[in-house]
């Protein structure tokens, strides 16, 4: 399925290593360590709608005798006359004059639509090693760009559900078939970021920083049932913590 972006909440951990570089600028390694969990489901998806009409017709058929030179009452049913001499009436029709005529009896429509349900389940964990470099403003602003490599390992549970209902001259729908599966797996992706970050320091051990990161990753891709799915995790995201230097 086709999952549109969503909203996700991540906790998540940095440890920096700053080597001072003079004249307000530092750089270093850094660590960041988070986790995100990720559900997304869409229920009443349609991709079946038929609608057939049955006819049913009585069919009564008409057929023309030749009885020229006959004196017969024309009344129907005709039960013969005593006393009269005369040919048999022909026991075959006259060519070509059987007519038909159809009768409308009954007429159902019948109706055919299917329901899906599908969900994801998807729990990542992702590690990134990178370097930053920063500069301090008035010993208590600063800020910082970084860049790494990122390791995301990814578990995920998928599952699809689906029913075919008929639907007879507007009556209640009925489930004339149903089907159901589940697949899970684990992936490890691959990827790199680049963060910005800006933090104001209240003394000499604690700070706060608010910081703008773009990660780009592998996509996610896998298939339950009928349904496959294509998840893509690369991105943008804001992130607020305190910090803690020693």
């Given at each position: ?6 909203q996700?909440?991540?906790?998540y951990?940095k ?7 003079g ?29 057939e ?11 023309v ?7 017969l009452?024309?009344?129907v ?8 001499v ?29 329901t899906i349900?599908?969900s994801?389940?998807?729990?990542t ?6 370097a ?29 559900s ?8 507007n009556?209640?729908?009925?489930v ?25 320091r ?7 920083e ?17 349904s ?19």
């Amino acid at each position: 399925w086709d999952k549109g972006a969503e909203q996700v909440s991540a906790p998540y951990l940095k440890l920096r290593y700053e080597g001072d570089l003079g004249n307000g600028w530092s750089a270093g390694p850094s660590v960041y360590v988070s986790f995100a969990r990720i559900n997304g489901n869409r229920r009443g998806l349609n991709t079946v709608s038929a609608t057939e009409q049955m006819d049913t017709f009585d069919i009564s058929a008409t057929d023309v005798y030749d009885i020229s030179g006959l004196d017969l009452p024309r009344e129907v049913p005709y039960t013969g006359a005593p006393n009269i001499v005369a040919p048999l009436v022909p026991n075959q029709p006259i060519a070509d004059s059987r007519v038909f005529t159809p009768t409308l009896r009954t007429s159902d429509i019948a109706l055919w639509n299917d329901t899906i349900n599908e969900s994801l389940d998807l729990d990542t964990w992702s590690i990134a090693f990178g370097a930053e470099a920063s500069y301090r403003f008035d010993n208590q602003f600063y800020a910082s760009l970084g860049a790494g490599l990122a390791l995301n390992a990814a578990s995920w549970k998928a599952s699809r559900s689906a029913q075919l209902l008929q639907q007879i001259n507007n009556g209640a729908p009925v489930v004339i078939d149903s089907s159901s599966a589940d697949n899970l797996g684990s992936s490890i992706l691959w990827g790199f970021y680049l963060q910005a970050s800006a933090g104001y320091r209240f003394n000499e051990n604690w700070s706060l920083e608010v910081s703008l990161r773009h990660d780009h990753t592998e996509d996610l891709s896998g298939t339950v049932g009928n349904s496959s799915f294509d998840v893509d995790l690369s991105g943008f995201s804001a992130g607020m913590g305190f910090g803690y230097s020693f």
